[in-house]
């Protein structure tokens, strides 16, 4: 019953998407043109990339509130070994192992230790950030090189898509076809359903667990490197609230907080989704207190609405069943 | 001899009118375009210092006949501000008059602004010196230096120019307040030579409130706990000179405060002598000479070049080094004048 | 005698307390100040609004739900009262309205979380930020100023009793009534059931939802009369206020025993998990650690702290109230 309607949302999501695009595009001019949707698919790049390995967390019935502080944290490395001599590329893998570290301490403390991931996240939130600011203390770096800042907020020749739209859709690639169509994918459900099951039937769960904590780790710090070229400096105060906008993508996106249930393209659907309808809100001059009603509307939608499928199709087959 | 000159005369009115007639929606100020769309974006809408930003660009729009919008993020970060940039560039404004919530995180927009055709102008916090290009030029209120040393002086001129003193700052990475703050350090050893910092260092001494009402609270609080014997406290932020005058009052702490603050928010503890001076500048002028500065720029009579000057309103102001143009010295504001001050902003 | 002191021992609130009065004690070397007076009185009156939210925040927490629109809720109320007040209103119509707002909140939470049985983060996630944007709406760029405060809550805010804060009486009082509610009273007991074995509570004849929705109830109730509290310790509301709170609220009750995983921890431990947080903080300074450090120094503390509550509660009687031997 419960895959059914997983199906169900997914298909829900996708036609949101659609209809937003649909509508934004009659109810202002500015909508649908290339340079708005390249603005778009820029504005979401960091958050969808994130989002990528928070759902399989989420899944596996765990959450990270401290994916923020890592991007920032990644940020503020890069900018801090950039400032002090290492070549922008050094910097940038640099970057890219804090974040890994970072996942990690995470999973260490979640696994290992047996704390809950919901309280040690707002700890680890707290110590990540107070990490930029021991980093790079108040001052930004911002003279970053300018071939990669072209990267950050250029487009691809040729086409109207933004350079990050490349690690985005390979990362998004290799998360769909691992999740749905792999052992790890299946594994992490399993997890998530029943823990105790799945350890019994052989899952190494400690050892997933660490793994996927490491990956959201990762991908926060990747998603800290499209930021940093996109905002051209390191700031110890970057993306603060972004883990609520990636949580409330996930969840949009029909994977259940409870764990066990979703699927990788209803959150990408989710996360464009959000994309979209905020341009749209933008452009017809909606001001910036309804954009965050309509945020929190809409992810009240995204649990109510499902729900109510629920109860109207139990009543349905009660019904049913009675007149037998 | 009259009949000619009545001619003439009835020539002069009949051109006259023709003139106006076919000047298109006749120039409300001359040298500038009319009809301009222009975009007036604080750090953050919900912040009442741009509210009365805006009042000041408000005017000057109506005085030049553009249609002016105010928008902008709820919370005051590159990242968000960039967000409205972008509703700029789509809907295709004439104008940007902007307060750089990041002094880096918006300049690679700005530049696709920019390329848009916009006209972009800072006024009350600019981008950093390294991307000038990005804007024609910045209307900031005074000189860095200015602002910090006048600072220093007031809270001298409180304490009798003995003690320590301590700063409530806004953000750590606020690039104003910390230009304001670098200018107090020599300044304070310079001048007065019986004061000192707190923490040995300007440095040491700078607490940092967010420009957060609670965390400039606790703040103040912990500078009292940690250092009993402060003598003032200057708070170059409204957010953290009025959090600091409403505690000190609850407290009946000794320490003398002043800083930068709006004078409708401090007239009650002005006037009840919790604060002997605060100063400000008036952030209404801001928003009206960026406005006059962004649309002379848009109409191609103004280059924004160091050294060239432009008419904003009545007066004249010029483009000084970067291409800042400086308002002027603050206001300060005591017990004399607070009651005028508090009805206008 | 001995059970006695073995009980003592196993009592789930005393590890956090040890770490307040080693915390305490740490502070006060550093610097003496803050063993005088002022230094209770500083300590006590920047826990205070913590300390109540995290007294509502416990009747959630134990049902292994939670509520994250606290902190927009006791913004907005403080906004409110403030606004009202200067409009003229009397000081309990102010009231009135801070506990219908916070009444309505609660309701919805307590609706959709209790009878739609859907889950309570994203619930209060959601209405968190629709009550943040309502607010940032209602409020504009307006500040509530001193004199737009209402004269008893003013009076709160600046007084003690006897040298204690009455804000901080404040928390204290509501701390007591709720801990004796919550283990005297057969309703409110069962909320440590339904967090311990949600299915075993509705065997057992437990009304869950109703117990539920009435904790989300009062949570809400709790954050809206709460505004008073934030009003009266800064003296001054805005579009911002309260941004942020919850997470700090969640810490002091994660730190205090309150476990997230549900059925464990009291109101008490709640209000030292929040006095313990304040003082790690005030001990920072104290101690001269730079500021760019007091962030990442105030997260490992956290972190350690959970984890000491965690690695002392498989080694000690939990008080749960079913009363486990």
Known sequence: MKKKYTFGWDQGVTAFLAITVVVGSFVSEYFANFDNLSFVIQDIAEIAIIALAMTYLIIAGEIDLSVASILSLTSATIGFLFRNGTSFEMAIVGGLLVGLLCGLLNGYLVTVVGLPSLAVTIGTLALFRGLCYALLGNEPVNELPENWIVLGYENIPGTFLPWSTIPLAILAAIAWIVLHYTRIGRWTFAIGINPEAAKFSGIPVARMKLGLFAMTGLMSGVAGVVYTLRFASASPDGAVGFELSVIAAVLFGGVAIAGGIGTLWGVLAAVLSLGAIRSVLQLIDFSANALLVVSGALLLISVVVPRAIEIYQSRRKSAFVTKI | MIKKLAKVAAAAIVGALVATAVTPASAAVPGIKTGLKIAIMPKAVNIGYFTAWDKGAQKACKEIGAKCTYLGPTEATGPAQVQFINKVIQQKYDVLVISAADQNAIVPSLKKAKAAGITVVTSDADVAAASASSRVVSVLPAASDRIGTAEVDWIAEAVGKKGSIAVLSASATAANQNAWIAAMGPYLTKKYPNMSWVGGTVEKSTFYGDDDATKSTAQFAAILSQYPDVAGIISPTTVGVLAAAIEKKAKNAKVKVTGLGLPSQMAPYIEDGTVEKVGLWNPIDLGYVAVYAAARAESGTFKGTVGSSFLAGKKTYKVTKGGVVFLGDPFTFTKSNIATFKAIY | ?325
């Open chain 3, 1 to 325: 005698m001995k059970s006695l002191v073995t009980r003592f021992f196993r009592v789930r609130e005393l590890p956090v307390f040890i770490a307040l009065v080693i915390v305490v004690f740490i502070t006060g070397s550093a610097n003496p100040q803050f063993f005088t007076l002022s230094g209770f009185q500083d300590v006590t009156l920047g826990v205070a609004v913590v300390a109540v939210l995290a007294v509502a925040q416990t009747l959630v927490i134990v049902m292994k739900h939670i509520d994250l629109s606290v902190g927009s809720t006791i913004g907005f109320s403080a906004y409110l009262i403030g606004d009202a007040s200067s409009k003229g209103h009397g000081f309990w119509y102010c009231m009135g309205l801070a506990l219908a707002l916070g009444l309505a909140v609660g309701a919805a939470n307590g609706f959709m979380v209790a009878y739609l049985k859907l889950p309570s983060l994203v619930v209060t996630l959601g209405t968190l930020y629709i009550v943040r944007g309502v607010f940032n709406e209602v409020a504009g760029g307006n500040t509530i100023t001193e004199d737009m405060v209402p004269g008893p809550i003013n009076f709160m805010g600046l007084n003690t009793f006897f040298g204690i804060p009455y804000l901080f009486l404040v928390a204290f009082v509501l701390m007591l009534v709720v801990g004796f509610v919550m283990k005297r009273i057969r309703s409110a007991r069962d909320l440590y059931a339904i967090g311990s074995n949600l299915l075993a509570a509705e065997l057992g004849g437990i009304p869950v939802a109703r117990r539920v929705f009435l904790a989300f109830l009062a949570t809400g109730a709790v954050s809206g009369l709460a505004g008073a509290v934030l009003l009266a310790r800064f003296n001054t509301a805005a579009a911002n206020s309260g941004n942020g709170l919850e997470l700090s609220v969640v810490a002091a009750c994660v730190v205090g025993g309150v476990a997230i995983a549900g059925g464990i921890g009291t109101v008490y431990g709640a209000v030292i998990g929040a006095i313990l947080l304040q003082a790690i903080t005030m001990a920072l300074g104290a101690l001269g650690i730079p500021q760019f450090w007091q962030l990442a120094v105030n997260g490992t503390l956290l972190i350690a702290a959970i984890s000491l509550d965690r690695y002392l509660s498989t080694r000690v009687k939990p008080t749960s109230i079913m009363g486990a031997k």
